[in-house]
């Protein structure tokens, strides 16, 4: 059986894509699964061994050039890829006209569906057009969260039920880098795009002091001048952090895999951190818990909802639960 899940970004949500691809192999061992995604989270995507073909979708690059011969050669190739194998299941778990698209460009084995989801969730950027291109739309509850919202359309497929046990099968990266430390250390995911999304950052040069107690280093990460500017900012008064160098995709995910503790915002390399089960606490401090709150292991917390900024004092108990009551 050969099957496509056609789930492009972003970073997070491709993430939480992941259990589905548990689901299936584990009532259907035998399946070729093959995943279309962009083409910046490809390697993210080969950590997960049950993939057995990743398919890099590069039209965000694409559309800034697109009559260029060279632009139209990859898109051409593209297609190709696409129409490489029969799919007798295409799953588009994302619901926009573009990834419905490229669920119609696959080629389909006689008898094969198209399965996408039939509604939006709250707040979600679903395109209703999306439909358009299924063969079964399946309905989701408007507050599924995003792990439960792709596992349902596995079970509208194959009339599984869904286990209580998520599965990331996420493979460690295998990388070791210069920059990391040989110690344990915590990580500070900070930064994020909206400003409302953003912690304290007195109260994250709190959080850093407790850690000293506990002998741990804080890196900090940045994907932008802005997050390095704040990192830097944060660093000058935090005595045992260090700003990291830019890194790419696979440092970035190892920075997160190998964290003795990570503290971050609800961003992509947060929710990372947490599919890998380390010890994190997710601060939701404008977006809404129910979407992508961790809640498959006890070594995730979360804290704060939309109107409920995460309080300090909660995130400093958060992390004598996580790492024990005394420090170093």
Not at 98 to 113: C, E, I, Q, Y
Not at 116 to 143: D, K, M, Q
Not at 226 to 236: D, R
Not at 247 to 273: F, K, N, P, W, Y
Request: overall charge positive.
């Amino acid at each position: 059986m050969n099957i496509l899940i056609v789930r492009v970004s972003s970073m997070g949500d491709v993430v939480h894509n992941m259990p589905m691809v548990a689901d299936i192999l584990r009532h259907h061992p035998d399946a070729n699964i093959d995943w279309v995604v962009e083409e910046g989270y490809t390697s993210l995507v080969r950590l997960n061994l049950g993939v057995r073909r990743v398919i890099p979708f590069a039209l965000r690059r694409w559309r800034k050039s697109l009559w260029s011969p060279a632009t139209r050669a990859e898109m051409r190739a593209f297609y190709a890829s696409l129409q490489e194998d029969a799919y007798d299941y295409v799953f588009d778990t994302q619901g926009l006209f573009k990834t419905g698209l490229v669920m119609r460009l696959a080629r389909l084995a006689p008898g094969g569906k198209r399965i996408g989801l039939g509604n939006a969730t709250a707040g979600s950027g679903y395109e209703a057009i999306s439909r358009i291109f299924h063969s079964v739309s399946v309905p989701v509850g408007l507050h599924a969260h995003a792990v439960t919202r792709a596992r349902l359309l596995g079970v509208a497929a194959f009339g599984y039920p869904i286990d209580s046990a998520v599965d990331f099968a996420m493979q460690p990266p295998a990388e070791r880098y210069s920059w990391l430390p040989e110690i344990p250390y915590a990580v500070f995911f900070h930064g994020t795009a909206r400003a409302s999304k953003q912690w304290r950052s007195a109260d994250w040069v709190q959080v850093a002091l407790m850690l000293a107690d506990y002998g741990l280093p804080v890196l900090l990460p940045w994907g932008s001048q802005q997050e390095l500017q704040q990192a830097q900012a944060l660093a000058a008064q935090m005595p045992n952090a260090r700003v990291l160098p830019k890194l790419s995709m696979m440092e970035a995910v190892t920075l997160a895999q190998r964290a003795a503790l990570v503290v971050g915002v609800d961003t992509g390399l947060t929710h990372i951190a947490a599919a890998y089960s380390r010890p994190t606490i997710e601060l939701y401090c404008d977006s809404p818990r129910w979407k992508t709150q961790g809640d498959w292991s006890d070594k995730i917390i979360n804290l704060g909802d939309v109107g409920n900024r995460p309080d300090l004092v909660e995130v400093k108990a958060a992390v004598t639960r996580l790492l024990g009551q005394n420090g170093a």
